[in-house]
């Protein structure tokens, strides 16, 4: 099960951290990854992290502004946004994916991800 949490409404230009806890399985073996989802739009991609928390894969509209980490001691992965524009409104998923590897680089794509939280809104507003 993955439980997010810390969406809100900010302004562009501001930052929020979500969070997503994972229970029931061994989160230390599995990459973890955050996706979202815009009004009408498809499920996209935005970052990716090893299980071991070395390596880090980013979506070009993200990177620079976002940073993904994870605690494995504490079954966490965050999701640091900052410099957020109107555009980044979305509803954000956790994912967990069956991988110990470390080419997150070929995580991008949703069908690779078996377990998925509920989601939490982010909304932007200009």
Not at 2 to 10: D, H, I, N, T
Not at 67 to 92: C, F, G, H
Request: glycine residues 10%; negative net charge.
């Amino acid at each position: 099960q993955l439980v997010e949490s810390g969406g809100g409404l900010v302004q562009a230009g501001g930052s929020l951290r979500l969070s997503c806890v994972a229970s029931g399985r061994i989160f230390s073996s599995h990459t973890m990854a955050w996706f979202r989802q815009a009004a009408g739009k498809e499920r996209a991609f935005v970052s990716a992290i090893s299980s071991s928390g070395e390596n880090t894969h980013y979506a070009v509209s993200v990177e620079g502004r976002f940073t993904i980490s994870r605690d494995n001691a504490k079954n966490t992965v965050y999701l640091q946004m900052n410099s957020l524009k109107p555009e980044d409104t979305a509803v954000y998923f956790c994912a967990a994916a069956d991988y110990i590897g470390s080419m997150v680089d070929l995580m991008e794509s949703k069908y690779e991800y078996d377990s998925w939280g509920q989601g939490t809104q982010v909304t932007v507003s200009s």
